[in-house]
């Protein structure tokens, strides 16, 4: 076993274990527990096993199973960037809107 | 005057917005001022301060646009006319309420702009840095001000909706300014005395002003 493959096994058991304890501090429901357990598995067996992608890189054109790993590593990346500027926007604008309507109302402006 | 809202966003200025809030209320049927979430006390200063003057409290620091627009919301809940906005850090001179709204009459414009007369009083940096914006402001929107930066101006309660901003920092003021001259309206400008007190200048800096060039490119080529 080579060093990456052991950190990858390391990084997704651990990713289970923090991905258990949000889900028992009820900050995750019972679909995205076994989503992100799901997710992490399959980094884990994809770090063991690159080959196991060799199908799909095939299909794609890619020699390589690691460059498929790479591309699809920073799609993941990037949408997950794009999701986390929405939302933070919309939050952003629904605490602007919270905190003004508290201190309409605060004001009794009569 | 009746009819006239002063808005007043107030972000640490216990030691000015008493004086800046009460020289308004002898100038204007409602002074709304807006403490921006302070942590020196503004927020206590304010809370005695009889009628005309109303303190809404943002529980946590938004910016000064966000403040603004939650005065002006509440300018408009009261039912005024005419908003007139200006700082909290005593720069703008409250006697001049009545001569702006006066100018905004009898010219009958829908948008005043305050500009600061010249003088040594600004360190020559900020005069620069004024003068690059506004000329910036001038050849992409057609603003024809010299002074952009100053957040002391009135605006028709009824042309509020052509120039809302969507920053919530100091640069929702700006946005404010180049949807003036973006949206046709009628505007001009008084001048007024510089006031600069290098103790109260705070926050705005040359880093500043180059975010806010080059979020002028970006208003006015992508939105």
Request: positive net charge.
């Amino acid at each position: 076993m080579v060093g990456i493959q052991l950190i990858c096994i390391i990084i997704g058991l651990a990713a289970i274990h923090l991905t258990h304890l949000y889900y028992k501090r009820f900050y995750f429901s019972k679909r995205e527990l076994f989503f992100w357990v799901g997710l992490w598995c399959i980094f884990i067996v994809v770090g063991l096993f690159p080959q196991s992608v060799l199908p799909v890189s095939g299909y794609l054109g890619l020699t390589r199973p690691m460059d498929f790993i790479m591309i699809l590593a920073f799609v993941v990346l990037f949408s997950l960037a794009f999701h986390n500027y929405v939302l933070g926007r919309k939050q952003e604008r629904d605490f602007e809107r919270l905190v003004r309507e508290i201190a309409l109302r605060d004001a009794n402006l009569k | 005057m009746k009819g006239i809202a002063v808005v007043i966003p107030a972000y640490n200025e216990s030691a000015r917005v008493v004086a800046v809030a009460l020289g308004a209320a002898r100038h204007a049927e409602f002074v709304i001022v807006v403490d921006d979430g302070s942590r020196d006390g503004t927020w206590k200063a304010l809370a005695d301060l009889p009628r005309p003057v109303y303190v809404l409290r943002h529980r946590v620091n938004m910016g000064k646009g966000a403040a603004l627009m939650t005065g002006c919301a509440a300018a408009l809940r009261l039912g005024a006319e005419i908003l007139v906005t200006m700082d909290a850090d005593g720069q703008h001179p409250p006697e001049y309420i009545p001569r702006i709204i006066r100018h905004m009459r009898e010219k009958n414009l829908d948008f005043v702009f305050t500009e600061r007369m010249a003088g040594n009083q600004m360190p020559f940096v900020r005069r620069a840095g004024n003068y690059v914006i506004n000329k910036t402001a001038l050849h992409l929107f057609g603003l024809r001000t010299n002074d952009v930066w100053c957040g002391f101006r009135a605006v028709r309660a009824s042309c509020l909706p052509r120039v809302m901003w969507r920053a919530r920092d100091y640069s929702g003021e700006v946005q404010m300014a180049l949807a003036v001259g973006r949206s046709g309206m009628s505007y001009g400008s008084y001048p007024i005395p510089t006031i600069y007190d290098a103790g109260a200048a705070k926050g705005v800096h040359i880093l500043h002003g180059l975010k806010l060039l080059a979020q002028m490119a970006v208003w006015r080529f992508f939105s």
